[in-house]
């Protein structure tokens, strides 16, 4: 297949029927027809697998998964798979997405994948005499993990280095804390961390005399970076009556608002993570994780606060920044073993956690203009509303042609109720 063939814009591809959708990702060479059984119900999670997958499985439960179009990341065009469920997602990431291949698409980065584990170290008469056997100490200690990982060691990663905090004031009292900075390549990590706290341990046992108690991964995963930005040019962002000016000016107070004030930030920063989490489930990878990491990170300077960052540049241009922590894996875990995982990685066409991290922060922007840019116009109802309406129309009971109808007419009468809805569909009996 031609590399030209693998472009992220496919226009008319919301108003296709699922099979021509499928069929052009088998013909533009994205995916082929076994990849997308894998998305199908029965592929997509077999029973067998989510037995061994958690604990007292009764079946399986599923979500959408929807195709984010025209994103270009660092030059590359991409296909980006979405599980969520929630109207208007999809539809948003992929139209601003467009908005900033216009004015050159994403540049993003990704810092090295490098992990933390927590030691808690107890019982210590002195705390500054045990920080200092600690760091005399440091590369034997190091030295001890090597063969924690041998394979991640022969790859570049491994252990990489010891920090010593002092906790002061807490409810027990003064105690240490080890930072233990482990690079896990190209997966999550957490289990590698948590098995490196494990042997590292007795050896800080023996080192200061205390006792170690919990030894576990840090979520806080801020030596693991990604951040993106994008330039939307002024022009490209006037739609009806709005000029361009007046939606870069209204995102940027839009914007403001959420990054001086916490109750606004919480919800602006849902919107955030509404893309970045849908990537995250369709790739397999911890989200929950992610969201603890994201939101500890918002908070870092005492207050909670935007992630993302909106601006005007010399030009007029609006200038968008997005930065949070995201342990984001390909190997290991849900990853290597959900069929749909699987097939969603590939169609990403990744070949390191770094890249997939910075797909996924890009998404994440791409979200956070969308719901910046709604509010800051029609109001975030005006389009949602019209997405939902197709949910509504369905938990009415609208089966078969009568969903596209019913939707179609609750749009017509602005009333996106399911009372409404089913009244329409009575009367239609």
Not at 34 to 41: C, V
Not at 326 to 341: E, F, K, Q, S
Not at 371 to 379: E, I, N
Request: net charge negative; aromatic share 6%.
């Amino acid at each position: 297949m031609e590399k030209e063939n693998k472009n992220s814009r496919i226009k008319g591809f919301y108003d296709l029927p699922l099979e021509k959708r499928r069929q052009i990702l088998i013909e533009r060479g994205f995916l082929t027809l076994n990849d997308l059984e894998n998305l199908d119900r029965e592929g997509g999670l077999p029973l067998d697998i989510a037995e061994n997958m958690i604990e007292n499985v009764i079946g399986r439960f599923s979500f959408p998964l929807g195709i984010a179009l025209n994103f270009q990341v660092n030059g590359r065009d991409v296909l980006v798979p979405m599980v969520v469920e929630e109207p208007s997602v999809v539809a948003g990431a992929s139209f601003m997405a467009k908005l900033a291949r216009e004015g050159g698409g994403f540049t993003a980065h990704a810092s090295d994948p490098v992990m933390i584990g927590q030691l808690q170290v107890l019982d210590l008469d002195d705390l500054t005499t045990a920080e200092g056997l600690i760091l005399k100490h440091k590369d034997d200690l190091l030295a001890g993990l090597k063969d924690v990982d041998p394979v991640l060691n022969d790859l570049g990663g491994g252990p990489q280095d010891l920090e010593v905090r002092l906790i002061i004031n807490s409810a027990i009292g003064p105690f240490l804390i080890v930072h233990l900075l482990f690079d896990v390549r190209d997966a999550m990590g957490a289990n590698a961390v948590n098995t490196a706290c494990e042997k590292l341990a007795p050896a800080l046992e023996e080192i200061t005399g205390g006792r170690v108690h919990l030894r576990i991964l840090s979520n806080l995963a801020d030596r693991r970076l990604a951040a993106a930005e994008c330039t939307i040019p002024v022009e490209s962002l006037a739609f009806d009556e709005y000029s361009g000016e007046q939606v870069r000016d209204g995102i940027i107070e839009a914007w403001a608002f959420a990054d001086a004030d916490s109750y606004r930030a919480a919800t602006h920063n849902k919107g955030i993570m509404n893309g970045i989490d849908a990537v995250l489930l369709a790739t397999g990878n911890d989200w929950r994780a992610v969201e603890a990491g994201a939101h500890a990170y918002a908070a870092r300077f005492g207050f909670y606060r935007s992630l993302s960052t909106w601006s005007q540049d010399q030009n007029g241009n609006l200038k968008g920044r997005l930065e949070l922590p995201l342990a984001a894996g390909i190997i290991g875990g849900a990853t290597r073993v959900h069929p749909g995982a699987k097939t969603a990685l590939k169609l990403l066409d990744v070949k390191t956690a770094g890249e997939l991290a910075e797909i996924i922060v890009s998404v994440g922007l791409a979200q956070n203009l969308a719901a910046l840019r709604a509010l800051a116009t029609d109001g975030i109802q005006q389009g949602h509303m019209s997405l939902h309406a197709r949910q509504v129309a369905i938990a009415a009971g609208a089966e078969a042609e009568q969903i596209n109808k019913l939707t179609a007419q609750l749009i017509e009468d602005n009333k996106i109720r399911i009372d409404h809805a089913k009244e329409i569909l009575s009367s239609w009996k």
